[in-house]
C-alpha cells in the first residue's frame, strides 16, 4: 500500500507540474498579447500625432495662402482706380506741358 500511495502522489504532482506549465505557458502568451497591443497602441498614438502634424501643416499653408490671395484681390480692386488716377495725372501733365510750350513760342 505504501507503494500505491507513493506512486499516487508522484502522479499528484507530475499532473501538477503539467498544469502549472500549462498556466506559464498561457501566461506568457497573454504577456507576449498585451505586449503587442502596447506597440500597436503606441504605433497608432504616432500616427495619429504624425498625421495631426500634417494637418496643422497643411492649414497653416492654406491661411497663408489665403491670406496672399485676399492680398492679391485687394490690390485687383485698387487697381483701376490707381490706373485712373495716373492717367489723370499723365493727362494733366500733357495739358501743362502744352502750355509751357504756348508760353514758350510766345516768348520766341
Not at 501538477?16 to 503587442?36: D, G
Not at 492654406?62 to 495716373?86: C, G, M, V
Request: with cysteine; aromatic share 4%; proline share 1%.
Amino acid at each position: 500500500m505504501d507503494h500505491t500511495k507513493k506512486d499516487k502522489k508522484i502522479q499528484e504532482v507530475q499532473h501538477l507540474r503539467k498544469k502549472q506549465k500549462h498556466e506559464a505557458k498561457t501566461v506568457a502568451s497573454a504577456l507576449h498579447v498585451l505586449r503587442e497591443e502596447k506597440n500597436t497602441q503606441k504605433w497608432h498614438l504616432y500616427l495619429q500625432i504624425k498625421v495631426q502634424g500634417e494637418k496643422d501643416g497643411r492649414l497653416a499653408e492654406s491661411l497663408q495662402l489665403r491670406s496672399r490671395y485676399n492680398k492679391l484681390a485687394t490690390q485687383l480692386k485698387i487697381l483701376p482706380a490707381e490706373s485712373e488716377n495716373e492717367q489723370a495725372e499723365l493727362k494733366k501733365m500733357q495739358q501743362q506741358i502744352c502750355e509751357f510750350r504756348r508760353e514758350n513760342e510766345k516768348l520766341q
